[in-house]
């Protein structure tokens, strides 16, 4: 089965923060995101020897929902949405966002059977 993290974050977010929130998620075969995150999780990706995929949220339907993201993005979740995005047809989220202990990143996990 392979497993897609899907990752938003704020702004400033660094390297290990994102690698916590990685790790407490259980891992990834795969990362992905929104393009205005890209460059802060290209280090973790690289880092971590992982694909980066940068994908359109707008539109996809999440489980859980932030009016504030929706407004800005489209999606009531990048976490989610990117998630199912990059794992493609058939994907489920194997649970719902998750945010990080320092409160700066959720996190979604989508698998591929």
Do not use: F, N
């Amino acid at each position: 089965m392979t497993r897609v993290a899907g990752i938003g974050c704020r702004a400033g977010t660094t390297r290990d923060a994102l690698a916590a929130a990685l790790a407490a998620a259980g891992g990834a075969d795969a990362l992905a995101t929104i393009m205005q995150r890209a460059g802060q999780l290209r280090p973790l990706a690289v880092l971590l020897d992982l694909p980066l995929h940068i994908v359109d949220v707008a539109g996809i339907a999440t489980p859980t929902r932030s009016a504030r993201i929706e407004a800005l993005y489209g999606t009531g979740s990048v976490a989610e949405a990117a998630a199912l995005a990059a794992a493609g047809p058939g994907a489920r989220l194997s649970a719902p966002r998750r945010v990080s202990a320092c409160g700066l990143v959720t996190i979604a996990i989508a698998e591929v059977p």
